[in-house]
């Protein structure tokens, strides 16, 4: 099932966020990694949600088992001459594929199971649309990771078998987030982490050999990717998934609930959005561009319903124009569920979206139409102008009704209409009379789903709301009204507040890199390339030394003098200093190298050095020669992301653009424990 390279999922680069939208407190560079303090749920908790994890996993499982038996069913068949094989194998072919369809049909249902994530709440409210977690088999890096260390950068590997631990670990626990804010920071800690893997260890010429296996959130069908675009983009997707559940569990019965869900929503728009936008070749349908743009636009729809139930709870009064913009919020709101209904029936997303999905929309479209006739007959029939209002307040309530219709009712201009009970009755029949049409027809789609008619919840919103309809038109019907009833015209949907996209703040959970002591970024990374260690022994003359040191962590010799000691020992310009007297420096300060050189007894003083040869990304001695002009550049690389609106490409250049910026200085790799080297005359020195 491993998809070829050329169509493996990649990750455009983005331009970073600028300095000055950025500010945060980094970790100490070089500093004591301590290891994540976040964990993941209880794996074999039995709570309804865990359970419901439990059941998804072991049915993907089962998926996963039966499309390879089809894999092999098919090449058998399409091998074979033997017509009795053949046959043999046709037979076991429509055995499978009929277990495949039971099981996804059981996915779908368990999929659907929305009343699991729901508020506990007794107050009762529509229920929301969340998405479960994608699965993920475990994955063990040590032998790849142990190999890589020994192999490019020359170490012992077993020195390191406390960090790979802690990287299993951490990958083990994302798995089970919570559905709170610590779940949140669980799966951004290791998205986070991924950059610092990807920097390590995944040269862009090869490959580390770790298969990262995903299964679909909808259908269960597995994926298989030894790319690390695969891994970072399925966690992004469980980061907006889970922010889905958080959203739909808020209890939306207060201000304060409401707008947690918005912000909920919003956020879980702004994760698939940022997905949306900058991967490519996704392997699984749920990360293509069709369904991801279905669920963008499903999440703003559930985030219009949020605004319109605060508009209900902040609207005390039964003034005319607070009824009239209560009846346009919930005509946007069916506008935008409307719009998503047209997304889920497009060909890529039609056979893939649940079922129960796409009816639990098209009923939220015609309820909230309902709701919008029914505010709007509300504000004709029960509210009567006094004389006061009448002088004071007609002229806005003309304005306010004169856009209140796609088109002007038939009949009286708007300004007699106003001021005509009885015309103001017909007309508030009228929309009263298309509300009870439109519940109507919520409830008959609600009854053709199998998996809405369990849902108790929905079924009481939608008799409830239809209920309250009927008992007003009744109010308003007259023995003696043999007038045919108009026919009301469509309301202008209107909203005061349009929802955000939230992008993704990768910068907001702070993270250490697990194998910082391989030394900075800068230098030791999958992308570079030096030569093997060599160690020198100085013996300091009446010259000194004979060489110049400047920057930082690892020290650069920027110049060796001609027939000067460090020449004669081998020491050569643009070698970098890893280790002083056997004690490692990759990370050590301009000053602490310089007190080193000058503590060395008589005998001499030895460094241990290496020589960068290449560098994919163009970290070479030019970058550091110019490092003052660029070190804005690196504030910007350590900072892991930017700002809220700002996209975070120095987490995710996975298809990295090789653009040089003028002026002919070289971007340096960011690393977030990477110093810049300051001014060249506060850090060079000959010693």
Same mark, same amino acid.
């Given at each position: 099932?491993?998809?070829?390279?050329?169509?493996?999922?990649?990750?455009?680069?983005?331009?970073?966020?600028?300095?000055? @939208?950025?500010?945060?407190?980094?970790?100490?560079?070089?500093?004591?990694?301590?290891?994540? $303090?976040?964990?993941?749920?209880?794996?074999?908790?039995?709570?309804?949600?865990?359970?419901?994890?439990?059941?998804?996993?072991?049915?993907?499982?089962?998926? &996963?088992?039966?499309?390879?038996?089809?894999?092999?069913?098919?090449?058998?068949?399409?091998?074979?001459?033997?017509?009795?094989?053949?046959?043999?194998?046709?037979?076991?072919?429509? #055995?499978?594929?009929? &277990?495949?369809?039971?099981?996804?049909?059981?996915?779908?249902?368990?999929?659907? &199971?929305?009343?699991?994530?729901?508020?506990?709440?007794?107050?009762?409210?529509?229920?929301?649309?969340?998405?479960?977690?994608?699965?993920?088999?475990?994955?063990?890096?040590?032998?790849?990771?142990?190999?890589?260390?020994?192999?490019?950068?020359?170490?012992? !590997?077993?020195?390191?078998?406390?960090?790979?631990?802690?990287? $299993?670990?951490?990958?083990?626990?994302?798995?089970?987030?919570?559905?709170?804010?610590?779940?949140?920071?669980?799966?951004?800690?290791?998205?986070?982490?991924?950059?610092?893997?990807?920097?390590?260890?995944?040269?862009?010429?090869?490959?580390?050999?770790?298969?990262?296996?995903?299964?679909?959130?909808?259908?269960?069908?597995?994926?298989?990717?030894?790319?690390?675009?695969?891994?970072?983009?399925?966690?992004?997707? &469980?980061?907006?998934?889970?922010?889905?559940?958080?959203?739909?569990?808020?209890?939306?019965?207060?201000?304060?609930?409401?707008?947690?869900?918005?912000?909920?929503?919003?956020?879980?728009?702004?994760?698939?959005?940022?997905?949306? +936008?900058?991967?490519?070749?996704?392997?699984?349908? *749920?990360?293509?561009?069709?369904?991801? !743009?279905?669920?963008?636009?499903?999440?703003?729809?559930?985030?219009?319903?949020?605004?319109?139930?605060?508009?209900?709870?902040?609207?005390?009064?039964?003034?005319?124009?607070?009824?009239?913009?209560?009846?346009?919020?919930?005509?946007?709101?069916?506008?935008?569920?409307?719009?998503?209904?047209?997304?889920?029936?497009?060909?890529?997303?039609?056979?893939?979206?649940? #079922?129960?999905?796409?009816?639990?929309?098209?009923?939220?479209?015609?309820?909230?139409?309902?709701?919008?006739?029914?505010?709007?007959?509300?504000?004709?029939?029960?509210?009567?102008?006094?004389?006061?209002?009448?002088?004071?307040?007609?002229?806005?309530?003309?304005?306010?009704?004169?856009?209140?219709?796609?088109?002007?009712?038939?009949?009286?201009?708007?300004?007699?209409?106003?001021?005509?009970? +009885?015309?103001?009755?017909?007309?508030?029949?009228?929309?009263?009379?298309?509300?009870?049409?439109?519940?109507?027809?919520?409830?008959?789609?609600?009854?053709?789903?199998?998996?809405?008619?369990?849902?108790?919840?929905?079924?009481?919103?939608?008799?409830?709301?239809?209920?309250?309809?009927?008992?007003?038109?009744?109010?308003?019907? /007259? @023995?003696?009204?043999?007038?045919?009833?108009?026919?009301?015209?469509?309301?202008?949907?209107?909203?005061?507040?349009?929802?955000?996209?939230?992008?993704?703040?990768?910068?907001?959970?702070?993270?250490?890199?697990?194998?910082?002591?391989?030394?900075?970024?800068?230098?030791?990374?999958?992308?570079?390339?030096?030569?093997?260690?060599?160690?020198? !022994?100085?013996?300091?003359?009446?010259?000194?030394?004979?060489?110049?040191? /400047?920057? *930082?962590?690892?020290?650069?010799?920027?110049?060796?003098?001609?027939?000067?000691?460090?020449?004669?020992?081998?020491? /050569?310009?643009?070698?970098? $200093?890893?280790?002083?007297?056997?004690?490692?420096?990759?990370?050590?300060?301009?000053? +602490?190298?310089?007190?080193?050189?000058?503590?060395?007894?008589?005998?001499?003083?030895?460094?241990?050095?290496?020589?960068?040869?290449?560098?994919?990304?163009?970290?070479?001695?030019?970058?550091?020669?110019?490092?003052?002009?660029?070190?804005?550049?690196?504030?910007?690389?350590?900072?892991?992301?930017?700002?809220?609106?700002?996209?975070?490409?120095?987490?995710?250049?996975?298809?990295?653009?090789?653009?040089?910026?003028?002026?002919?200085?070289?971007?340096?790799?960011?690393?977030?424990?990477?110093?810049?080297?300051?001014?060249?005359?506060?850090?060079?020195?000959?010693?």
């Amino acid at each position: 099932m491993e998809e070829p390279a050329t169509r493996q999922l990649e990750m455009s680069l983005s331009d970073p966020a600028s300095d000055d @939208e950025m500010s945060t407190t980094l970790p100490k560079e070089g500093g004591s990694h301590s290891g994540s $303090i976040r964990k993941g749920c209880d794996p074999f908790a039995q709570t309804q949600r865990s359970k419901l994890q439990h059941r998804r996993a072991r049915i993907n499982q089962q998926i &996963n088992k039966e499309m390879r038996m089809r894999a092999g069913a098919e090449n058998l068949f399409r091998a074979t001459t033997n017509n009795k094989v053949k046959e043999t194998v046709a037979l076991e072919l429509s #055995f499978v594929n009929s &277990n495949l369809q039971l099981l996804k049909e059981e996915l779908e249902e368990l999929n659907s &199971n929305m009343e699991v994530y729901q508020t506990e709440s007794e107050t009762v409210n529509v229920p929301m649309i969340p998405l479960g977690l994608k699965e993920t088999k475990e994955v063990d890096f040590t032998l790849s990771i142990q190999d890589f260390i020994c192999e490019h950068y020359g170490e012992d !590997c077993s020195l390191y078998d406390k960090e790979i631990k802690e990287l $299993i670990e951490l990958r083990q626990a994302m798995r089970t987030p919570s559905r709170d804010q610590a779940g949140l920071e669980l799966l951004m800690e290791y998205y986070n982490q991924l950059y610092y893997l990807d920097q390590r260890f995944f040269p862009p010429n090869r490959n580390l050999g770790v298969h990262f296996h995903w299964y679909d959130s909808l259908t269960g069908v597995p994926s298989c990717q030894r790319a690390l675009a695969f891994e970072k983009g399925s966690v992004l997707f &469980n980061i907006g998934a889970l922010y889905t559940q958080i959203g739909a569990r808020q209890d939306r019965s207060a201000t304060a609930g409401i707008d947690r869900a918005i912000d909920a929503f919003q956020r879980a728009a702004g994760a698939f959005n940022y997905l949306k +936008e900058n991967f490519s070749n996704a392997p699984s349908l *749920d990360m293509s561009g069709p369904s991801l !743009c279905m669920l963008v636009r499903l999440m703003v729809a559930q985030v219009q319903e949020c605004v319109f139930e605060r508009v209900i709870l902040s609207t005390q009064d039964t003034h005319f124009t607070s009824q009239l913009r209560l009846a346009q919020e919930a005509a946007r709101v069916s506008d935008v569920y409307s719009l998503v209904q047209q997304t889920m029936s497009q060909p890529l997303v039609k056979d893939y979206v649940p #079922f129960s999905w796409a009816s639990m929309v098209q009923v939220k479209s015609e309820h909230f139409r309902a709701l919008s006739h029914y505010y709007a007959a509300v504000a004709l029939c029960d509210h009567a102008q006094s004389s006061e209002e009448v002088e004071e307040g007609d002229e806005e309530a003309d304005k306010v009704f004169f856009q209140f219709h796609v088109s002007a009712p038939a009949g009286s201009p708007i300004c007699q209409l106003l001021r005509d009970p +009885e015309e103001r009755r017909k007309l508030g029949k009228a929309h009263l009379r298309r509300a009870v049409i439109r519940h109507e027809e919520a409830m008959r789609i609600h009854s053709l789903c199998k998996i809405l008619r369990k849902m108790d919840i929905l079924q009481d919103v939608l008799s409830l709301m239809h209920k309250r309809s009927l008992d007003k038109y009744s109010e308003l019907d /007259r @023995e003696d009204d043999f007038d045919e009833t108009a026919e009301a015209p469509e309301i202008q949907s209107l909203t005061h507040q349009k929802p955000d996209v939230t992008p993704p703040n990768f910068a907001k959970v702070q993270v250490t890199d697990i194998f910082q002591r391989l030394g900075p970024l800068s230098v030791f990374c999958a992308r570079a390339r030096w030569g093997p260690v060599r160690v020198i !022994c100085l013996q300091r003359r009446e010259g000194g030394l004979g060489l110049t040191l /400047r920057g *930082d962590s690892p020290v650069l010799v920027a110049g060796v003098v001609p027939g000067g000691c460090a020449a004669e020992a081998g020491l /050569r310009e643009g070698d970098y $200093i890893v280790a002083v007297d056997g004690q490692d420096c990759k990370w050590a300060k301009h000053g +602490e190298v310089v007190h080193m050189l000058k503590s060395c007894s008589d005998r001499g003083v030895e460094l241990s050095v290496v020589t960068l040869h290449s560098h994919d990304t163009q970290v070479d001695r030019r970058s550091v020669m110019h490092s003052h002009s660029s070190e804005k550049e690196n504030t910007r690389q350590r900072l892991l992301g930017g700002a809220k609106g700002q996209s975070s490409a120095s987490l995710l250049n996975w298809n990295r653009k090789k653009k040089r910026e003028g002026g002919g200085v070289s971007k340096r790799l960011g690393s977030t424990f990477s110093l810049s080297f300051g001014s060249l005359r506060d850090t060079e020195a000959m010693y």
